[in-house]
């Protein structure tokens, strides 16, 4: 992987056109040369973008979840007793499953890996696969949920506004979609800091936050152009204005399939990063400490 970059070590070979000249002396022109330690700053930057760009399809499925499900809670059955559950609280899931997966990894699989295997958890790339993996089980659970819903949804009376089916149906998207977020996000943010160069953690935090904003762009552009292509003249497809007259299930289909062949790439992607090695520190008498 590193030959792929060696060419970034030309900008620290010295050419006399790479001087400047300030007053009587020449200095180096950094627009033209720069030095080792720079280059190697870039190339680990550059190691972590295959990494960064097969993060982007989660946010996308979790743009999702806050979106056309909360939409499909709101056709359901939500009531129990005389309080009926609001639509938008179903999100609370969410925080349910963050909080569960969290005390789970924390309080047992940690131990059991440290005791097992002595290793203290899973690594940053092994979270971040487990994420994805979980959103691709998240939207397999939401496609067969919204089947049921529209099974039922075409029996139903005509002008029907609560479908006889319960909101609880779609708990386990949440639930799913949660869990790997409690993953991906815990693996992206130790990804990022761990692997950037020391004067580069900012910069690799804002790297982070770039996949949540371009998952949602990516987001808004699917629906945009699954609407497009399969709306036809009558503006009815799979994502109709009324999600009763149309096929989301299909639409939480693709999703799923473009999310399994991103894990592939990711697989491929994180197959080729590789840790970074640090030299042992030395102290001032030039020992390694202990």
């Not at 089916?165 to 998207?173: G, H, M, Y």
Request: proline share 3%; hydrophobic share 45%; glycine share 8%.
């Amino acid at each position: 992987m590193d030959s792929i970059y060696s060419f970034l070590d030309k900008a620290a070979i010295v050419a006399e056109e790479d001087h400047e000249v300030k007053g009587e002396t020449k200095q180096p022109n950094p627009w033209k040369m720069c030095s080792v330690t720079r280059i190697e700053e870039v190339k680990m930057m550059i190691r972590l973008l295959p990494i960064w760009a097969t993060t982007f399809m989660f946010w996308t499925i979790y743009a999702q979840m806050i979106t056309f499900s909360v939409e499909q809670a709101t056709t359901m059955e939500r009531s129990i007793g005389s309080f009926q559950i609001p639509a938008g609280s179903l999100t609370a899931f969410f925080v349910a499953a963050i909080l569960i997966t969290c005390a789970v990894y924390d309080r047992v699989i940690m131990p059991l890996m440290k005791k097992w295997k002595g290793k203290q958890g899973f690594t940053s790339l092994q979270r971040i696969g487990i994420g994805l993996s979980f959103s691709i089980m998240g939207m397999a659970a939401a496609a067969l949920a919204e089947v049921k819903r529209l099974s039922v949804a075409r029996e139903a009376a005509s002008g029907t506004t609560t479908l006889p089916i319960s909101v609880f149906t779609l708990i386990p998207q949440f639930l799913f979609v949660g869990a790997g977020e409690a993953f991906i996000y815990t693996g992206q943010l130790d990804f990022f800091i761990t692997r950037s160069p020391k004067g580069m953690k900012t910069m690799s935090t804002g790297l982070f936050l770039t996949t949540l904003s371009l998952g949602f762009f990516l987001s808004s552009f699917l629906v945009s152009f699954v609407k497009g292509v399969t709306g036809g003249k009558s503006g009815q497809g799979w994502l109709a204005d009324d999600i009763n007259y149309g096929r989301l299930d299909c639409f939480y289909g693709l999703l799923a399939g473009l999310s399994t062949m991103n894990l592939g790439a990711f697989l491929v992607c994180a197959g080729w990063s590789k840790p970074r090695v640090e030299s042992p520190e030395k102290d001032s008498c030039g020992e390694d400490k202990c």
